[in-house]
Nanobody, 128 residues
Framework: QAQLVESGGGLVQAGVSLRLSCAAS????????MGWFRQAPGKEREFVAG????????DYADSVKGRFTISRDHAKNTVDLQMSSLKPEDTAVYYC?????????????????????WGQGTQVTVSS
């Protein structure tokens, strides 16, 4: 059964780094784009970073550009989010998501509704 499982969240101080990982299993993930989203208390889920089916294209939310890096390893079926210079406003539950990108394989899609598979999320809390 298709499954996405996030790991790596925790409680950290502002300014430090943290690496999140998403393990995909249960089906062939060829042609699937991957994304990271986050949701803070009282706010809507928002796009953080995305990577296309072959890892050749990435995109980031303006709020994390220059601080976060998304990457994927097809051999291991994993996608990581390296977060640096963390701020209290980065506090949220971070979700891994996947979409069949055959409809548009060269574009990073940022809408939550366009992603088919979701993990349960991992909590990241950044203290000031």
């Amino acid at each position: 059964q298709a499954q996405l499982v996030e790991s790596g969240g925790g409680l950290v101080q502002a300014g430090v780094s943290l690496r999140l990982s998403c393990a995909a299993s249960g089906r062939p993930w060829t042609n699937y784009a991957m994304g990271w989203f986050r949701q803070a208390p009282g706010k809507e889920r928002e796009f953080v970073a995305g990577i296309n089916w072959n890892g050749g294209r990435t995109d980031y939310a303006d709020s994390v550009k220059g601080r976060f890096t998304i990457s994927r390893d097809h051999a291991k079926n994993t996608v990581d989010l390296q977060m640096s210079s963390l701020k209290p406003e980065d506090t949220a539950v971070y979700y891994c998501a996947a979409r069949d990108s055959r409809d548009n394989p060269f574009t990073i899609v940022t809408a939550t509704s366009d992603y088919e598979y979701w993990g349960q999320g991992t909590q990241v809390t950044v203290s000031s």
